[in-house]
């Protein structure tokens, strides 16, 4: 291991133990949100557009994206950077019965309404679901032809996303008060796949330097790990979280020795239920592009730090929020992932955070 990748991963574990430490994390998301992207431009001449299968998507035909991707994530920051199976196809809405359409650039997921959803819940494939095997044959392909490279999960939404992709979102707030033992029944259900996902995954993929990177925020953790979202939590109350969701979640983080929990800024209002997850290592705060500003998120990356778990920020973030953070959390615990547009860019704010009295 050579001496920068060394002190790097120093940080990420001492950033998950809260140790003592001179700084943050300090990290870019170089290129936007969403950078791979950047290097998928010619996807509409992957597939007609339509609906997919999974027979349909064969790793060849996305090496030179990869290939490409892969020769711009050599930035000189903390981050752990990874590779990750197509982040844009819905892994887990296909796995449970969404079909899949790809409109030329992107893949989305359709519903399917409640009885047909009913109807699937006694048939769902688990273990030999062919969009999980489909996602191992990308796991395999990645560590094979990228062994320089850490292999993360990809995005795989929450047992409540996959619930609202299949029926809609309406409907499944409907059916939290009219349905309420099928909505249990499938949020168990959809743990279940989500759960044959993270083995598949912890099947194929190698160490990296005696440890594992968390796909899409570059993040490294010294045991298994996955990473969980319940986006769609913002249609629910807190008490709906309670009765349904918190269950879900704590079996799937209940399956590696380290997971990482996605929220919004539409998700703090229940944070303090889902800190009490004694699984979770990392809380991921996005502050999205918008009207999100840092202070309507920091009482809740608080509440996330008090319960003693690390957080990871991702966001543009100006002076103002660099002092807020600097004023209010723990730099022990703290990470900050930082959307910037360009290498000069990353150059510039690398500087400042460095050079600050944390």
Not at 57 to 82: H, P, Q, S
């Amino acid at each position: 291991m050579n001496e920068k990748i060394a002190q790097r991963i120093d940080r990420h574990r001492r950033f998950l133990k809260y140790e003592e430490t001179d700084r943050p994390i300090i990290g870019f998301y170089i290129g936007g949100w969403e950078s791979l992207s950047r290097y998928s431009d010619n996807s509409e001449s992957l597939f007609p557009k339509g609906l997919i299968s999974y027979d349909d998507l064969t790793t060849d035909k996305f090496y030179e994206m990869y290939k490409n991707y892969a020769e711009n994530l050599l930035y000189d920051d903390d981050f752990v950077r990874t590779l990750d199976p197509v982040p844009s196809i819905p892994w887990i809405e296909a796995a449970c019965g969404c079909p899949i359409n790809f409109t030329g650039k992107n893949f989305w997921s359709q519903k399917i309404g409640f009885e047909k959803t009913q109807e699937s819940l006694d048939n769902m494939p688990i273990s030999d679901n062919p969009w999980i095997k489909k996602y191992g044959e990308f796991v395999k392909f990645l560590a094979s032809e990228f062994p320089d490279y850490a292999i993360g999960q990809s995005i795989l939404r929450g047992p409540l996303d996959v619930m609202c992709a299949l029926v809609g979102d309406s409907e499944t707030i409907y059916n939290l008060y009219d349905e309420p033992e099928f909505i249990k029944k499938g949020l168990r259900i959809f743990s279940d796949v989500f759960n044959e996902f993270i083995r598949i995954q912890n099947m194929y993929t190698p160490k990296y330097h005696d440890g594992y990177g968390i796909g899409q925020f570059y993040m490294w953790t010294p045991g298994t790990v996955c990473r969980i979202q319940e986006d769609s939590m913002a249609l629910i109350t807190p008490g709906h979280y309670d009765e349904y969701v918190y269950e879900a979640d704590v079996k799937i983080t209940s399956e590696t020795e380290y997971s990482l929990y996605h929220v919004h800024a539409t998700g703090m209002f229940i944070m303090d239920k889902i800190v009490r997850n004694k699984n979770l290592s990392i809380v991921q705060v996005s502050k999205d592009e918008g009207n999100t500003k840092l202070s309507d998120l920091i009482d809740g990356m608080e509440t996330i730090q008090n319960a003693g778990i690390s957080v990871l920020i991702k966001g543009r973030f100006d002076k103002d929020d660099i002092d807020l953070m600097r004023k209010r959390l723990d730099k022990r615990a703290l990470a900050l992932g930082c959307v910037v547009d360009s290498i000069k860019e990353a150059d510039e704010l690398k500087e400042y955070l460095l050079n600050l009295n944390w």
